[in-house]
């Protein structure tokens, strides 16, 4: 799960929505992304870091944390 890029979309006022068409995604492809079931692209983190959130690292943005099964 990217808990940090789901934070930092809440805060930014972006919604799962919005940010798939950002990225010419189904909602249900970034909501498996965004869970941690899918990867991202390294494009689709470079576009996000870029044009989304450019004041934070890649690394920190894309963190995932594990989550228990």
Known sequence: MYK???EILK??????KAYAEF?????KTVWNKLQGKTE???GE????CKLICPEYK???VFAAKQTAA
Request: glycine residues 8%; charged residues 25%; positive net charge.
């Open 4 to 6: 940090n890029l789901i």
């Open 11 to 16: 805060r930014k006022g972006i919604s799962k």
């Open 45 to 48: 983190a470079q576009k996000t």
């Open 58 to 60: 890649m690394d920190y």
């Open 40 to 42: 991202f692209t390294l």
């Open 23 to 27: 990225l010419g995604l189904s909602e």
